[in-house]
């Protein structure tokens, strides 16, 4: 199956700038190969960030993910395999939802030192890229209204490497019964056995699984290249065998975004390489 690549260049999600030039600088080293390349940009417009407007930048986020979302529905009708390059993590809002579109019923497994699971009732900074997954669940219409389709089910639902979740967002997560497995459950039960569980969840009565792989997972200590850093977060090594995991998995695998680098904060490229040799693993393995 041939392998699209799409720089979603956008970093209205979130207060700090820098986001959306993550996508191109991992994208270049792809350019010559017979990978498909595509940008989506967002608007030069100046960022909102008050604290006090829970919908800061909505208008420009979402004229930003319709055009993802639809250019995301063309590649999978042409049956290639999407990956989304972010940016903020409100680009796996268009990523999820148009996989889903395509496919009918899918899993989630959203690998990320958040939750992403505010609403715009419960988030506390308005900064959307709090949201996302909730999105996907279907709780926040306002940044879905482009999508005619199936929402993800909460039983199919993961977080991986949360550690980092908000106060006034964990009853969302209790009470739709999200299944989120720490950082320490990583450390205490290795990866292989954390991922085989996330994976059974996730695929469990469905037709596949969207993967949304957050960079900020990894501690920032090591990858500090990241928009909102979260600390005591996995390692390197467990960063790449969460890799090895998705390659083991990989028929399950419909759609994949690997998300949040945000070069403005890297330290002697410490964070582009991991994300690169992520990266370079799953073209290489995945599809």
Same mark, same amino acid.
């Given at each position: 199956?041939?392998?699209?690549?799409?720089?979603?260049?956008?970093?209205?999600?979130?207060?700090?700038?820098?986001?959306?030039?993550?996508?191109?600088i991992?994208?270049?080293?792809?350019?010559?190969?017979?990978i498909?390349?595509?940008?989506?940009?967002?608007?030069?417009?100046?960022?909102e960030?008050?604290?006090?407007?829970?919908?800061?930048?909505?208008k420009y986020v979402n004229?930003?993910?319709?055009?993802l979302?639809?250019?995301?529905?063309?590649?999978?009708e042409?049956?290639?395999? $999407? *990956?989304?390059?972010? %940016?903020?993590?409100?680009? !796996? @809002?268009?990523s999820?939802?148009?996989?889903?579109?395509?496919?009918?019923?899918?899993?989630?497994?959203?690998?990320?030192?958040?939750?992403?699971?505010?609403?715009?009732?419960?988030?506390?900074?308005?900064?959307?890229?709090?949201?996302?997954?909730?999105?996907?669940n279907?709780?926040?219409?306002?940044?879905?209204?482009?999508?005619?389709?199936?929402?993800?089910?909460?039983?199919?639902?993961?977080?991986?490497?949360?550690r980092?979740i908000?106060?006034?967002?964990?009853?969302?997560?209790?009470?739709?019964?999200?299944?989120?497995?720490?950082?320490?459950?990583?450390?205490?039960?290795?990866?292989?056995?954390?991922?085989?569980?996330?994976?059974?969840?996730?695929?469990?009565?469905?037709?596949?699984?969207?993967?949304?792989?957050?960079?900020?997972?990894?501690? $920032? *200590?090591?990858?500090? %290249?990241?928009?909102?850093? !979260? @600390?005591?977060?996995?390692?390197t090594?467990?960063?790449?065998?969460?890799?090895?995991?998705?390659?083991?998995?990989?028929?399950?695998?419909?759609?994949?975004?690997?998300?949040?680098?945000?070069?403005?904060?890297?330290?002697?490229?410490?964070?582009e390489?991991?994300?690169?040799?992520?990266?370079?693993?799953?073209?290489?393995?995945?599809p």
């Amino acid at each position: 199956m041939k392998i699209s690549l799409i720089e979603a260049n956008q970093d209205l999600g979130v207060r700090v700038d820098g986001a959306h030039l993550g996508p191109p600088i991992l994208a270049k080293h792809f350019q010559d190969s017979d990978i498909n390349i595509y940008s989506v940009n967002k608007e030069n417009v100046e960022k909102e960030r008050d604290r006090k407007n829970r919908k800061k930048n909505l208008k420009y986020v979402n004229k930003f993910d319709e055009e993802l979302y639809n250019l995301m529905l063309d590649i999978k009708e042409k049956e290639e395999f $999407p *990956i989304v390059l972010g %940016g903020d993590h409100t680009v !796996a @809002i268009p990523s999820a939802l148009a996989s889903i579109k395509k496919e009918e019923n899918l899993g989630i497994i959203w690998i990320d030192a958040h939750g992403d699971y505010n609403t715009f009732e419960t988030t506390i900074t308005g900064n959307l890229h709090g949201l996302p997954l909730a999105a996907n669940n279907g709780l926040c219409h306002d940044l879905t209204k482009f999508h005619h389709g199936n929402y993800y089910r909460h039983q199919n639902t993961v977080i991986v490497g949360g550690r980092d979740i908000d106060d006034w967002e964990m009853p969302n997560l209790v009470r739709d019964n999200i299944k989120i497995f720490t950082t320490d459950d990583i450390h205490r039960y290795g990866v292989k056995k954390i991922m085989e569980e996330a994976f059974k969840i996730a695929s469990s009565g469905t037709n596949g699984v969207h993967v949304s792989y957050d960079l900020d997972v990894i501690d $920032p *200590i090591l990858a500090p %290249g990241v928009s909102v850093p !979260a @600390i005591s977060g996995i390692s390197t090594d467990e960063a790449y065998q969460i890799t090895d995991e998705l390659i083991k998995h990989k028929k399950l695998i419909k759609s994949l975004d690997l998300v949040e680098f945000n070069p403005l904060y890297d330290v002697d490229q410490k964070t582009e390489k991991i994300a690169l040799n992520i990266l370079k693993k799953v073209i290489e393995e995945l599809p």
